[in-house]
């Protein structure tokens, strides 16, 4: 279960089918990235919105679990928050816009969740930053 930025709860987005190497989305999750990587509207120069940031997220968070995050929740999300531009790059979405729904995700969607997605930890130099000799955050 996570929340949503204004509170609200979500009971799943995705989740990591281990035994058949598969990640599931929720259809929202998934139309909105179909719709970022094959829409006829692709933001290649825009902002992201809080939608957008959350999509690239919850597939980021879902691919780490097959990473050696396993089902550690907060070591997932904070790894899948730093990989966000990596995930848009992937999609061919523009630079620009794999930073602005990076920042957005940890401005409005990371501060949000439940206490079991987060750690003190997740941080610019951070124990868990994956690249402490770079200021980039997220």
């Not at 598969?22 to 902002?47: D, F």
Request: glycine share 10%; aromatic share 8%; charged share 25%.
């Amino acid at each position: 279960m996570t929340k949503e930025p204004g509170g609200s709860v979500r009971d799943l987005a995705g989740f990591a089918d281990y035994p058949a190497v598969r990640i599931n989305l929720e259809p929202g999750v998934c139309r909105t990235l179909v719709r970022l990587r094959y829409g006829p509207g692709r933001r290649l120069h825009q902002k992201a919105t809080v939608d957008e940031a959350d999509a690239l997220g919850v597939l980021a968070h879902e691919s780490v679990h097959f990473t050696n995050a396993g089902g550690d929740e907060a070591l997932a999300e904070c790894r899948a928050v730093q990989l966000i531009r990596r995930t848009a790059e992937a999609l061919e979405l523009s630079a620009g816009f794999g930073a602005s729904a990076a920042e957005r995700y940890w401005a409005e969607i990371y501060p949000n969740m439940a206490a079991n997605y987060r750690t003190a930890s997740c941080h610019d130099g951070g124990e868990l930053d994956l690249n402490p000799a770079s200021s980039t955050w997220p």
